[in-house]
């Protein structure tokens, strides 16, 4: 019999050791560095410097000489075929600048006699007879943009955003640099989209204050400019109401030792990546500061200077990643984090950097022509303790911030993974219960076990114990669709009620000591609650009532439109300045303490009924009253177990997963009218108010519900999904050692108290 | 109905006769009844325990002595489903009229139970728990009644270094004396023993005869006993208790020599069962 009890020991430590190491299996590839192999080198037939880019394959990169040629050559010249194309420009020019779009592989050329031409790289592919993939490549001639003739363009670009394109160029050098920009619009007509035409170019050089321009970058919403000049300065230009403006400008390095080299946006266009000469990297992103109604760029990120200077940058296409390099060294890093991802050291010069699509592949020329390629392995790139722990200025944020929001429509997202808000959530979903369900359960445990006649607790324990066995769904339900709504205008009457319940209860039960004896001995011992029942549904009865009196007194708040409102809700925000929110802690609190009461009261019940009768006879014999005899001898022997029940409870409620689910509307669900009366915070997918804070009337979501609701729809192994199984892990670790804790204090406890 | 119980009508003549001085009589049961649900534990019983002596209950093992006895300070009221008739009185006032209140009542009869059972508390902690509950805590007081009764008890010298420690770090005997002094810490007017000396050895068991008669010049004192020779010691008066029943009440020397009854008789001379 031992043998088997020990033999299902023994496997429940495997089990519990067995679902760690899974979890922390899945969790520990976060914590990992990127991983650059070097793969292939091609040759291209030219050593001139040049341009260079991926196909999203890698199998057929392409060189550009900066002139008139591009060049297609494969990776593995037994599939693919090398070839060449002349790009149709204009005899007589040359090419003085050139930018490449990676997103669309667009090639921005300025020319020469201050036009703009714009080619295409496209590439196709086939499986042959042997399966392998072919792909060719090609150059679609998109448009010759003819601005006015005038000086050769120093910096050029272009960006298409649907309705709006924009090209930007510098024209001329030095001092007689012009910023110029044009509109290019397209005529609609009954056949669909006709002729491209450009409109006026408009010299914006006079909005620079004096300063020349050297480099312009255009947004992908092509509503602005990004301009730096000579005096290393960014000029930020804006286009409003058909008219530009100058929203900002400012000086990235402040200071004349080391000034702005060079700048370029991250993936999504509204961070500005912002190098010096020294190497150091700091990034601006868009957003509106406090006292401002304009979004601009403000510092949020910077990073280890590259020692030698940056000469290359370049951003990936997938997430927020980007890579640096000068003679010596490469580097990737990652903006959100602010985390060197990988660091390799180069033995050879590069003249230009390309990425594939899938930011799988680097590609580095040399000026020798060849192409180094790189294998990059950084599938969590946007992990790290730093993302799971510290505070993030993500985009478009006003300050660092700890939130999580793992997913959104758009590609260009960046994840917001902090788990902070999250454990928060937890703690104090599980607080808030505690606070309801402890008071209660405790005093009823006591009550029951110690006054209460034997014939009645024969019916109240199995009560109470088949109480513990209702799912927790059905909790959830009830506090979503019940509780939630009723509470939703009662709040002052749950204060009052919650007041008034505990406070008239203790004046009955002071006012029944006054009592004298004979009066008091007519009520037979542990009947009092018969008395207590009444009382007690007659003061929830009047505190309900009492309510919107309350409110009409004391939380009056002022209306937009001048007038006095009485409502808490309104009430609420404008006095304590957070947020109140239907299905807020308060319900969750409820119901979560509801589920938890009957595991409390039935374990501590337990230890306060074994609580050996001969020390309760010696302490009345000694002339203590029941009360004291509770207070003195019962509960501290009682107090071990006790304490394991809280302990339970604890457990029960940071691990409850269905209740906060649902009490906090994460399921989308329509009345009969079509009003969403579930997940109504109308907040993107995967958003939801988060507890940031430890205010009672704001929502929150927990670790284990946010599981419960991401985890299906999260791809196996991405970073999303292992940062799922990080949330399990702190919940693990969280309730590991807090019943670690617990338990050698419950021992302690034990010993003291141990009877004989 | 029961034959009427081997009480003398008049005690007192009785101890004059022997020219042993009787106090007056401090507890009067009177026709008393008690039922432990449908069983009765003890039928109509009546007698006198007298003033600042020691009475001793004696009888076999399930006849109703610690019944009783825990009737004498209504320490039963505890137990469920429990019902009596009859009255008892101490002091002349009857402890079922329903303006006595039950604590007060407990702070003036202190009970010492048939096992030792101290908190699980310091030594100290045990001794003034009585104290604590009926709200003294004044600290000086505390230490004087401390050291007053452990010494009552006979304790005082072996533990007086280590009253802050657990009073189960004591032996069986000592506990048994600490519980004593428990009972006695805020000078109850009765003592009820409840078979004292039954987990003890027989030094202790002296200790404590000897304290019993040094008590007695403060308090009343019952003590149950299974032990003739004990109750030949320390008792003045003996009650045999037999199936609920009192048999036989008398001055102890008297009720253990020459007996009136053949059922005393047989239980003394250990003919019985
Ligand atoms: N709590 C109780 N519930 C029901 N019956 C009880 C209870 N306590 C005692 N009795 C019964 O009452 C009768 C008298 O018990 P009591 O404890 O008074 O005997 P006693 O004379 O003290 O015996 P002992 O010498 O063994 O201690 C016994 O038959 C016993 O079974
Ligand atoms: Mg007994």
Known sequence: MTSIIAFGGVCIVVAVFGIFAFIFSEVVPLFGKARVEKTATVQFPVTADGLTGLDEWSQLPFHYDGQRTLRFQPVQPSINQPSQVTLPLPDAVTVTSRRFDPEHNRLILGLSDGQVAIYQVKYASSADATGSTVVKGSVSSERLLPLPPGQPLQSVDYKDAGDRKLVAVVQGQGASAKLLVASLRQSRSLLGAGQVKIGESIDLTAKLEGQHPEHVLIPGTADSVIVETDRHEIFYLFLKNSAWELRQRFRPFPGESSPLAGIDLLLGDVSLVTWSDAGDLRIFSLFVPPGETTRLFGQTKSFPALPGGILHYLPSQRNKSFAVANDQLLRICHATTEGVRASIKLSFRPVDLAMDAKSEHLALLDNSGVLHLYQVDDPHPEAGFRAFFSRIWYEGSSKPKHEWQSTSGTDDFEPKLSLTPLIIGSLKGTLYALLFAVPIALLAAVFVAQFMHPDVKKVVKPVMEIMASLPSVVLGFLAALWLAPLIETRVPSVIAIVILIPLISALIGFGWSLLPVRHRNLLPKGSEYGVLIPIVILIAWGGWHLGPILERVFFVTDAPDGSKIADFRLWWPQFTGTPYDQRNCLVVGFMMGFAVIPIIFTISEDSLSNVPPSIISASEALGASRWQVVRTVVLPVASAGIFSALMIGFGRAVGETMIVVMATGNTAIMDTNGRLIFGEFGLGHGQFPLADHWDIFNGMRTLSANIAVELPEAAVHSTHYRTLFLGAMVLFLMTFSLNTAAELLRQRLREKFRIG | ?273
């Open chain 2, 1 to 273: 109905m029961p034959p009427e119980p081997a009480t003398p009508a008049s005690p007192t003549t009785d101890f004059s006769a022997q020219g042993e001085p009787l106090n007056p009589a401090f507890i009067e049961v009177d026709h008393f009844h008690f039922w432990y649900g449908a069983k009765q534990a003890i039928q109509d019983i009546n007698m006198e325990i007298p003033e600042r002596q020691i009475t001793a209950f004696i009888g076999p093992s399930g006849c109703g002595k610690t019944t009783l006895l825990r009737n004498l300070n209504r320490l039963n009221d505890l137990i469920e489903n429990i019902r009596h008739e009859g009255d008892i009185r101490i002091d002349g006032q009857s402890l079922y009229d329903p303006s006595v209140e039950v604590i007060s009542l407990r702070k003036r009869v202190g009970m010492v139970f048939q096992k030792y059972n101290p908190f699980p508390k310091t030594i100290y902690e045990n001794v003034v728990f009585s104290l604590r509950v009926a709200g003294r805590n004044a600290k000086a007081e505390l230490d004087e009644v401390v050291e007053r009764s452990l010494r009552g008890a006979a304790l005082w010298d072996e533990v007086k270094d280590k009253l802050h420690e657990s009073a189960y770090g004591l032996s069986g005997g000592q506990q048994q004396r600490l519980c004593i002094a428990r009972a006695i810490a805020n000078r109850p007017q009765i003592l009820l023993m409840d078979e004292p000396c039954a987990a003890l050895d027989p030094v202790a068991t002296l200790k404590i005869e000897a304290l019993m008669t040094q008590l007695k010049e403060e308090f009343t004192i019952v003590i149950v006993t299974h032990n003739m020779q004990q109750a030949a010691r320390v008792s003045d008066r003996t009650a045999y208790f037999f199936m609920g029943r009192l048999i036989e009440y008398g001055p102890t020397l008297q009720l253990l020599s020459k007996p009136r009854e053949k059922a005393t008789q047989d239980y003394i001379s250990g003919r019985y069962g």
